[in-house]
T-cell receptor
Framework: DADVTQTPRNRITKTGKRIMLECSQT?????MYWYRQDPGLGLRLIYY???????NKGEISDGYSVSRQAQAKFSLSLESAIPNQTALYFC??????????????FGPGTRLTVL | AQSVAQPEDQVNVAEGNPLTVKCTYS??????LFWYVQYPNRGLQFLLK??????LVKGSYGFEAEFNKSQTSFHLKKPSALVSDSALYFC???????????FGAGTRLTVKP
């Protein structure tokens, strides 16, 4: 979805390096999410944010940190990358409708390889 | 915590035949259920959701899904498959008592001409 962009799209790095993945959205949504996708495991939630001042850990937050710089921007950092963080990373957004039950809109993904 | 199971890694059907992609779930509260599709080198795209109401939910591209509370299932169906339906399909569930979504491992659908 062109309304949710991720940079970079591909990144190869070495063990121990600090990496930042960036996500921007023009949908005006309050909620933003970071997932990683691994073959056979589906998507697992790393962190999510319901507004600029709200950050929450997801299922697998260890080794990751996030920053919500603005409503439209949500960055994921790997402070010291390790090989088992090699995965496809997705950013997603959703709107805060009544009841808060709504679908998520995904970016195109960032393929990260840690050597 | 909520969880989702997609028991089939791979589903193969012939073009024009009906297709079913299975999903079962486990939640402690009310389930909110979703189906997404992922085409190669793309992010996930929303297909349909069940929140409340009619157990048969209709979505994009002719897909539908039936919520079955007694069997805790939410299978995705389409009456007549197209080759262009070939993709990776994910079922997801959110428990009404918390905020995060859990995805299944995905089912790869291949529709052969």
């Amino acid at each position: 979805d062109a309304d949710v962009t991720q940079t970079p799209r591909n990144r190869i790095t070495k063990t121990g390096k600090r990496i930042m993945l960036e996500c921007s959205q023009t949908k005006g949504h309050d909620r933003m999410y970071w997932y990683r996708q691994d073959p056979g495991l589906g998507l697992r939630l790393i962190y999510y944010s319901f507004d600029v001042k709200d950050i929450n850990k997801g299922e697998i937050s260890d080794g990751y940190s996030v920053s919500r710089q603005a409503q439209a921007k949500f960055s994921l950092s790997l402070e010291s990358a390790i090989p088992n963080q090699t995965a496809l990373y997705f950013c997603a957004t959703s709107d805060l409708l009544a009841g808060g039950i709504n679908e998520q809109f995904f970016g195109p993904g960032t393929r990260l390889t840690v050597l | 915590a909520q969880s989702v199971a997609q028991p089939e890694d791979q589903v193969n059907v012939a073009e024009g035949n009906p297709l079913t992609v299975k999903c079962t779930y486990s939640v402690s509260g009310n389930p909110y259920l979703f189906w997404y599709v992922q085409y190669p080198n793309r992010g996930l795209q929303f297909l349909l959701k069940y929140i409340t109401g009619d157990n048969l939910v209709k979505g994009s591209y002719g897909f539908e899904a039936e919520f079955n509370k007694s069997q805790t299932s939410f299978h995705l169906k389409k009456p007549s498959a197209l080759v262009s339906d070939s993709a990776l399909y994910f079922c997801a569930v959110r428990d009404g008592n918390n905020n995060d979504m859990r995805f299944g491992a995905g089912t790869r659908l291949t529709v052969k001409p």
